[in-house]
């Protein structure tokens, strides 16, 4: 039986995100560490981008009167 991995919220990934840059940025790991803590941070990477895009896309969206969806624009 396989167990399903609960997906972390974008404030998580982010928090996650910043200790991993942290730890880059001290210059203490080593090259190996680097490189594996260095892919972790573009995967979370991607998956805030994914997150901020359909967030984006879900709040351009309105709902008219009939129900319809519509695209949202600013008329100035």
Do not use: H
Request: glycine share 4%; hydrophobic share 30%; net charge negative.
């Amino acid at each position: 039986m396989t167990v399903k991995k609960e997906e972390k919220t974008f404030e998580e990934q982010v928090r996650e995100l910043e200790t991993i840059v942290g730890e880059l940025e001290s210059g203490e790991l080593d090259l190996d560490k680097s490189i594996v803590k260095y892919t972790e941070a573009m995967k979370l990477i991607e998956s805030c981008e994914t997150k901020l895009n359909n967030a984006t896309e879900t709040i351009n969206k309105l709902v008219d009167k009939n129900g319809k969806i519509t695209d949202f624009e600013i008329n100035e």
